[in-house]
């Protein structure tokens, strides 16, 4: 399968724990964005990475969340002391690149739904 | 900043019959793309159409087609021929062209009975 991967589909974490959520880019892509979608709402832009370098994080709490994209691996996006408000759907996507191809659209993954009990 | 506004919370449509989903966006760009993501019950995000904002001509994928309205900054989805596996949330996103990120609408839910 070249899609988008994203592991695991679904999380369970209890209050204070840590969660680490992975994507797998498609074949060939190097661009990875990170979205949440809350009940019943649209997906909201949180992070957007490229092998070694955050470009844009302007949609990122500022506590306790963190992305990276290593050099080799999948992209992790990291929850610190997960609290009840963090349960919601984690969606990766990923693109080829940008400049010329930049109307290229995204590939999503199935999400990881993540639960805080 | 850019917003994009789906009005219509759910809609439903009869088998075979043409639906018309519709969607309205806010930016002050001139360069920058539509979208239309279809998402099942198995939360999938699968792209439907999309859209150039340079292109007059709107876009069609089969039995979906888009109306772009620039200058009412309008993108509504049709879709033709409804079926079945039509049945799921569909989110309008836009993206501005100098910038990765998409920015989606609450999304409509639709349902097709048979």
């Known amino acids: 399968n070249a899609g988008v991967m994203q592991n695991p589909r679904h999380l369970v974490r209890r209050r204070g724990q840590e969660a680490r959520l992975r994507c797998s880019p498609m074949k060939g892509h190097s661009h990875v964005y990170w979205y949440r979608q809350l009940p019943e709402e649209g997906l909201k832009f949180m992070v957007y990475l490229q092998k070694e370098n955050i470009i844009d994080e302007s949609g990122m709490p500022k506590e306790r969340f963190s992305a990276e994209f290593p050099k080799e691996g999948p992209s992790i996006l990291r929850i610190q002391q997960v609290v009840r408000g963090d349960s919601a759907a984690y969606f990766c996507a990923s693109s080829p690149m940008s400049g010329f191809l930049r109307n290229q659209p995204q590939h999503f993954g199935d999400g990881t739904r993540l639960s805080i009990l | 900043a850019q917003t994009v506004t789906q009005s219509q919370p759910e809609m439903s449509v009869q088998e075979a019959e043409t639906v018309t989903l519709s969607c309205t966006y806010d930016t002050s760009e001139s360069d920058y793309y539509l979208f239309w993501y279809k998402q099942p019950p198995s939360r999938q995000m699968i792209l439907v159409i999309r859209?150039?904002?340079?292109?007059?001509q709107n876009a069609t994928e089969n039995r979906f087609s888009v109306n772009f309205q620039k200058a009412a900054k309008s993108f509504s989805l049709k879709i033709s021929d409804s079926q079945l596996g039509d049945a799921a949330m569909y989110f309008c996103?836009?993206?501005?062209?100098?910038?990765?990120?998409?920015?989606f609408g609450k999304g409509i839910t639709l349902s097709v009975r048979p």
């Open positions: 859209q150039e904002a340079y292109k007059q």
């Open positions: 996103a836009y993206k501005n062209g100098a910038n990765s990120k998409l920015t």
